[in-house]
């Protein structure tokens, strides 16, 4: 036993040797006291969850059943970030100084909510890819009327939201929302993809007559008329409303909207029902009151 003493010494002093070979240094960044880290993973950005806002089933403000929204309207938001969001939004450019002014902010949101309710349809999207450089322009427009597809700009639609002001404190905000379908609309009938929708629209118009008051004569304005109309369902003086009581006159045009322009999608019941526009603000009392003031803000709505 005493002969094998210098063999376990030489192993001790091998492990000892191994021991301080495998041990940590400071010039491995490692020290006695350090504790072993994870392993650095660079961060993931965080998704943004896209706000829905109202179900499928909630009016907005003129339209009964519009599309389900995708992007909630940015309540508290800067100018500039709405019309930056809309844009990103829609694919279209938005020009013109009046998206800037924090007064007409209530009219922009007009404008967002009538897109968002179009949303789920090609009605946009058609436009778009005919028209590359197509944009909506918030500007003032020289002379009455509210809005123009291509005279104020060329391949714009122009919204002249400064005047707006009057009727949306009128309470007939419905019309408005028609407004911004009436004149994209003009840009719609222009596109190829109309134009068997459109030739068919010339002959019933032929046949049934003028749909509303504004732009008797004009094939092209009734036709807007038609789909802004179809749309805006809650819109004051909607002749669809009056079809019901003239037995079905504008039946025809309804149905060509529905299957020709939005492919069997519609904002509201079918014609002869009552849709709900409970989201439609009534008018003040000193305006119901004065007949004259009723005629002359038609009058200028009517485009």
Known sequence: MIARLPRVAAAIAGL???????????????????????????????????????????PVLGIPKPC???????????????KRQLAANTGIPLVGAGWDDPKNAPMVKIIWETLEALDCTSYLDV???????????????????????????????????????????AGDRGRLVRLVVHEIGHAWSQTPQAKRAYDRFGQLYARTGNFSDYGRGSVNENFSEVVGYYVARCAAGNPYARAVRNKG???????LVRDEVFAGREFGPAVGQTPNCSLAPTRPRQ???????????????DH
């Open 16 to 58: 000892a040797t191994m021991a301080a070979t495998l041990a940590p240094t400071a010039a491995d960044g490692i020290t006695s006291s350090s504790t072993v880290q994870a392993p650095r993973v660079a961060a993931q950005p965080v998704r943004p969850v896209k706000a829905t806002g109202p179900s499928a089933a909630d």
């Open 287 to 301: 305006l119901a009151q004065s007949v004259g003031a009723r005629r002359v803000l038609k009058e200028k709505l």
């Open 249 to 255: 006159q504008f039946d025809a045009y309804y149905r």
């Open 127 to 169: 436009v778009k890819k005919s028209n590359p450089g197509f944009a909506i322009n918030a500007a003032h427009i020289s002379g009455w009327a509210f809005g123009d597809w291509g005279l104020t700009r060329p391949n714009a639609v122009t919204l002249d939201v400064y005047k707006w002001h009057e009727p949306y404190k």
């Open 68 to 82: 389900k929204p995708q992007h909630a309207w940015p309540a508290g938001a800067r100018p500039a970030e709405v």
